[in-house]
């Protein structure tokens, strides 16, 4: 039985689609083994009637059974209807819930510790891992319903004695011993090799496909299909063993429904109505039993989908955000120099010396690694929040994410309005050609800017940084892939930008032209390590 | 590959076993009844009854599964050479390629293993009880029969409408998934910008919306099923009440039959197993969305491109790259037997795919491409192949009758002779699946180490100086500037260092 709990406490709404579907499940189940039974008395009451003559047929109460039967009939149908959408909403929302939590958790975490899951890594858990979690609140109110089910059952089957009702007892017993216990056991193994081999499967491709253009040069195609139908067969294999696992439940569950209608049969001491009706309960209630052997049977896939969420679900709730509305503007310290507000600062050095390291330590996107600060504090103690308040970052890498022009730029602070976006795009010389496309600020860019050439990923990045409006711009190879008229046009208009608003600035580059920007050089090999 | 169709029959012939229990069932009832003998012999015969439907359903499900599985082999046995001898932006991203060849092959095998048999014993197995129930009572059958076209109305209508919803959801997933995916990635910059907070919403708006619109599919679906019970559930409630009204005698018709007791208890408990068949092609219709979606999504698959004619040099007139949402070029070069070529640019400006249509491996959407044949043509990749053999034999991959002098030098030209000294085993040690104990660096140099043992005209190398340290790179770098004395190099890079040494240096 299931034995896996839902990582996180389920909310009310979630809560209220559970007690709904296990009403409706409780009455579809207990409605089916009504009418079931109903009909079964009633076939052979009538034709109990039928031989003893006229006086017993006018004796004989149809109206109520038959109109009971139709009745029933809906009643079942109805109810399965809304057992099986409440329980559908209750997980689906559980699971969406989840997901949400889970996504904020990750978001929050402090990007300097914060677990090293790439994208495709943690989506995989926050989609597929999470929906394998599905199963176990769909199911929830179908087990105690069919419990409930099966009492009525044996009930109905002691109507024909209490020896056919211990006997119905005896069966139920051991079909849930054998269709519970057994099968998760015996599919342990083979399910982890499932599990292994599939793992395997996947990581093999997902290097072979990286590799591909290897492949296809050196003409090895074949044998690496080779490596991959091995792991495949051994995924087969161990699949097979799982479906004559899950074959052999499902037929012994019919068989144990014939057991159990034969030994009520046959242990029957009422009269033939009741022996009928007896009869048909037990079958009623060995169906009941599928819905439990079902759960089971999934335990397995659900336990390793909440394993491989502990990751996240060990990350703390976020706190509220603090506030990154710009307080004063800190002095920057890099080594022992020290630049007031509003400074404009070269930092230079040969590629690979670390230029990238100091500016992204000062964005708060790694751990500092020279000796940094910021209003005469350390860096490393400077909690993320603080360096927000400061810095606004254009990377070396532009960073967009997949949406429209407008979405990237609003990415920068709450409450940009067009006439703001504009100003920066102007400001960042893309604005002509953001306004040349069909749907200008909302065009889709696609993955990591998609339409936009390198030099224009950058300037839309750029564009970003402007928007923040924080106390410090952060510029990592600002003109990198730009002509040189373009380069001077950018230059003159982010000069007149930074006088206008008196914001500080550090910049790297190899290139003349933005480093004329800055009044003060700094060689990064003069910042000691920390 | 035909796949055999043994399943289906095996689902069908759950009807025999079905009716040797109702039979038993009938007269064991009809002994206890009218107090004769015979209760023995039905149980015995219900038993048998169950025996034959345990076997049926066992048979039935592991012939299903091994018809998938047929299916499966088949499959892979084309779809992985495919997949990988794809390249550039056409070319589904690994995680998609690992989607495509494990997933979507195994939604398909599902679909052959669960529904197409059932699909098969659903138009055989009711008409089967129509005939056997017809043997009792021709009114009982009728009634089945009549069932059934509002049952078909009903299912018609219902499931056009779950189809509908079923194709939106499955983009919305897909959706959903892309977002996450990439808001995951650029989870630094929206927490430099202090983002997370709306971002986090947008990611939980998002689930919340699939989730509606699941549910949304989800009552379409459950109102098809419910349409179906409900039908199911009156067949049976409407064969109980003629046969009991028949058995008093007082239908307020002139019945064309006279029912006994054990053909009407027959009939009744047959009536469920009618629509028992068409419940399990309920039970099974997510397997046949899931695999019919992945037959199409595989059908999607671009085929492999026929590779440029054969030319002696590379030469590249206006040659763009476009795919929606993408575009390289229009870059112009020529190349001759000797040089370097850098091709610099941010990551995702397509410098990798600009390579591989140098390969040959890409077709441009436009301009004119010439270049070298396959077997002319080395390369270095960003992540080398690591076969699970030997570091001998995976050096040699492009040359197996490689000299082992041939092999020590190109070890010793990119700097992993110390590595192989470091190892008791030499060049043999045994490579497993991840490379373990080789670093970034370590295998990019052996890629690098492979191309110069492959010993071809014209060398194509991605970021072969990432990952590395000041000293290593300087080592590869003078190493690709001396190979391009002696033939074509073109490099796909970030490093200024390699780029100033670049005969030609494209930006994109």
């Known amino acids: 039985m299931i034995s896996v709990r839902f990582p996180l406490p389920l909310p009310r709404r979630v809560k209220s689609r559970i007690a709904l579907g296990f009403a409706a499940a409780l009455a579809a189940g207990i409605g089916g083994l009504v009418l079931l039974a109903l009909s079964g008395w009633f076939l052979t009451a009538a034709a109990l009637a039928g031989a003893s003559g006229a006086a017993a047929i006018a004796a004989f109460n149809y109206l109520i059974p038959a109109a009971a039967i139709r009745g029933l009939a809906i009643v079942r149908t109805a109810a399965r209807y809304g057992e099986r959408l409440w329980s559908h909403e209750a997980a689906l929302h559980a699971l969406a819930g989840l997901r949400s939590t889970l996504f904020a958790r990750l978001a929050h975490a402090d990007g300097r510790s914060a677990p090293d899951l790439s994208g495709g890594d943690a989506s995989a858990r926050l989609i597929g891992d999470i929906a394998a979690l599905e199963d176990l609140v769909v199911r929830r109110p179908g087990i105690p319903a069919a419990i409930g089910t099966m009492l009525v059952g044996i009930g109905a089957v002691a109507l024909a004695g209490w020896l056919a009702a211990l006997l119905l007892l005896a069966v139920l017993a051991l079909l849930l011993a054998a269709l519970a216990i057994l099968p998760t056991r015996l599919s342990a193994a083979p399910a982890a090799e499932a599990a292994a081999a599939t793992a395997a499967l996947r990581r093999m491709l997902v290097d072979y496909a990286a590799a591909r253009s290897e492949?296809?040069?050196?003409?090895?195609?074949?044998?690496?299909?080779?490596?991959?139908?091995?792991?495949?067969?051994?995924?087969?294999?161990?699949?097979?063993?799982?479906?004559?696992?899950?074959?052999?439940?499902?037929?012994?569950?019919?068989?144990?429904?014939?057991?159990?209608?034969?030994?009520?049969?046959?242990?029957?001491?009422?009269?033939?109505?009741?022996?009928?009706?007896?009869?048909?309960?037990?079958?009623?209630?060995?169906?009941?039993?599928?819905?439990?052997?079902?759960?089971?049977?999934?335990?397995?896939?659900?336990?390793?989908?909440?394993?491989?969420?502990?990751?996240?679900?060990?990350?703390?709730?976020?706190?509220?955000?603090?506030?990154?509305?710009?307080?004063?503007?800190?002095?920057?310290?890099?080594?022992?120099?020290?630049?007031?507000?509003?400074?404009?600062?070269?930092?230079?050095?040969?590629?690979?010396?670390?230029?990238?390291r100091v500016i992204e330590a000062l964005a708060g996107l790694r751990a500092p690694a020279h000796l940094l600060s910021l209003d005469g504090k350390a860096l490393a103690m400077l909690p993320e929040a603080e360096l927000r308040r400061q810095i606004a970052l254009a990377p070396q890498e532009p960073m967009l994410i997949a949406g429209t022009v407008a979405d990237n730029l609003r990415l920068a602070r709450p409450g940009i309005d067009a006439a703001a976006m504009e100003q920066a795009l102007r400001t960042a010389q893309l604005w002509d050609r953001i306004t040349r496309m069909p749907q200008g600020l909302d065009t889709m860019l696609g993955e990591d800017g998609g339409i936009l050439s390198g030099g224009e990923r950058k300037r839309l990045s750029l564009a970003r940084a402007l928007l923040a409006e924080r106390p410090w711009l952060l510029l990592d190879e600002p003109t990198e892939g730009l002509d040189a008229a373009t380069e001077a046009s950018l230059v003159a208009a982010l000069g007149a930008w930074l006088d206008a608003t008196g914001t500080g600035l550090l910049i790297a580059s190899h290139r003349a032209a933005p480093l004329a920007l800055a009044a003060v050089v700094v060689p990064v090999e003069a910042i000691p390590a920390a | 590959m035909r796949i055999p169709k043994a399943a289906g029959l095996a689902w069908t012939s759950d009807i025999i076993g079905a009716g040797i229990f109702a039979w038993g069932a009938a007269s064991a009832l009809e002994a206890r009844l009218?107090?004769?003998?015979?209760?023995?012999?039905?149980?015995?015969?219900?038993?048998?009854?169950?025996?034959?439907?345990?076997?049926?359903?066992?048979?039935?499900?592991?012939?299903?599964?091994?018809?998938?599985?047929?299916?499966?082999?088949?499959?892979?046995?084309?779809?992985?050479?495919?997949?990988?001898?794809?390249?550039?932006?056409?070319?589904?991203?690994?995680?998609?390629?690992a989607t495509l060849a494990i997933d979507h092959v195994a939604a398909e095998q599902a679909k052959v293993a669960r529904f197409d048999p059932v699909r098969k014993s659903a138009t055989m197995a009711p008409i089967l009880v129509v005939l056997v129930v017809a043997l009792q009572s021709r009114v009982a059958a009728l009634i089945l029969f009549l069932t059934l076209i509002p049952f078909v109305i009903g299912m018609i209508l219902a499931g056009g409408a779950a189809r509908q919803a079923a194709d939106r959801q499955m983009a919305a997933i897909t959706a959903l998934s892309a977002l996450y995916v990439d808001r995951i990635r650029h989870l630094p910059i929206i927490r430099h910008f202090a983002a997370e907070?709306?971002?986090?919403?947008?990611?939980?708006?998002?689930?919340?919306?699939?989730?509606?619109?699941?549910?949304?599919?989800?009552?379409?679906?459950?109102?098809?099923?419910?349409?179906?019970?409900?039908?199911?559930?009156?067949?049976?409630?409407?064969?109980?009440?003629?046969?009991?009204?028949?058995?008093?005698?007082?239908?307020?018709?002139?019945?064309?039959?006279?029912?006994?007791?054990?053909?009407?208890?027959?009939?009744?408990?047959?009536?469920?197993?009618?629509?028992?068949?068409?419940?399990?092609?309920?039970?099974?219709?997510?397997?046949?969305?899931?695999?019919?979606?992945?037959?199409?999504?595989?059908?999607?698959?671009?085929?492999?491109?026929?590779?440029?004619?054969?030319?002696?040099?590379?030469?590249?007139?206006?040659?763009?790259?476009?795919?929606?949402?993408?575009?390289?070029?229009?870059?112009?070069?020529?190349?001759?037997?000797?040089?370097?070529v850098c091709i610099t640019g941010p990551t995702g400006s397509g410098k990798t795919s600009l390579l591989a249509a140098i390969a040959g491996q890409v077709a441009p959407s436009e301009g004119a491409l010439e270049t070298l044949p396959a077997e002319a043509i080395a390369w270095a990749g960003q992540v080398p192949l690591l076969l699970p053999t030997t570091l001998d034999d995976n050096l040699r991959l492009g040359r197996p009758d490689a000299g082992e002098d041939e092999v020590a030098a190109a070890m010793r030209a990119v700097g992993l002779d110390a590595l192989v000294a470091r190892r008791d085993n030499g060049l043999a040690t045994a490579i497993d699946h991840h490379g373990a104990w080789l670093s970034g660096g370590e295998r990019r140099r052996l890629g690098l180490a492979r191309a110069l043992i492959a010993d071809r005209p014209l060398l194509l190398a991605d970021e072969p100086t990432a990952d590395l340290d000041a000293a290593s790179a300087d080592q590869i770098i003078a190493l690709l500037k001396a190979e391009a004395q002696r033939r074509a190099v073109i490099v796909a890079t970030h490093d200024e260092r390699l780029a100033a040494l670049a005969d030609q240096v494209i930006a994109l």
């Open chain 1, 215 to 356: 492949i296809i040069t050196y003409g090895l195609a074949d044998r690496v299909t080779g490596l991959l139908a091995e792991q495949a067969d051994r995924l087969d294999s161990a699949q097979r063993q799982l479906a004559r696992i899950e074959a052999a439940s499902s037929g012994l569950l019919i068989l144990g429904s014939a057991l159990a209608a034969a030994l009520t049969l046959m242990a029957s001491t009422a009269s033939a109505p009741l022996t009928a009706l007896a009869m048909l309960a037990a079958t009623a209630c060995i169906e009941a039993v599928a819905a439990i052997a079902r759960s089971s049977a999934r335990e397995a896939a659900v336990a390793e989908g909440t394993e491989r969420l502990r990751v996240l679900l060990a990350l703390p709730a976020p706190q509220d955000a603090p506030s990154v509305a710009a307080t004063a503007s800190w002095p920057l310290g890099l080594g022992q120099a020290t630049f007031a507000a509003g400074s404009r600062i070269a930092l230079t050095g040969p590629s690979g010396s670390g230029k990238t």
């Open chain 2, 34 to 97: 009218e107090g004769t003998s015979g209760m023995a012999t039905g149980a015995a015969l219900m038993l048998l009854g169950g025996l034959l439907r345990l076997a049926s359903l066992y048979g039935a499900q592991v012939l299903g599964f091994d018809e998938g599985r047929l299916l499966a082999r088949s499959r892979r046995a084309t779809l992985f050479p495919h997949l990988l001898s794809l390249a550039g932006p056409a070319a589904p991203a690994l995680g998609a390629t």
């Open chain 2, 197 to 340: 907070d709306r971002i986090a919403r947008q990611a939980g708006g998002a689930a919340e919306d699939v989730a509606e619109r699941t549910i949304a599919v989800l009552r379409a679906a459950f109102l098809s099923s419910a349409v179906l019970e409900f039908f199911a559930a009156l067949s049976v409630a409407l064969v109980a009440v003629y046969c009991g009204f028949s058995l008093l005698g007082l239908l307020p018709f002139n019945p064309p039959e006279q029912l006994d007791y054990r053909a009407a208890f027959f009939v009744l408990v047959m009536a469920p197993e009618f629509y028992l068949p068409m419940r399990r092609l309920a039970a099974a219709y997510h397997e046949k969305q899931l695999g019919e979606a992945a037959e199409k999504a595989l059908a999607q698959v671009p085929e492999p491109v026929s590779r440029p004619a054969a030319s002696d040099h590379v030469s590249l007139q206006s040659v763009a790259i476009v795919w929606p949402g993408h575009r390289i070029g229009p870059i112009s070069f020529e190349l001759g037997a000797r040089g370097l």
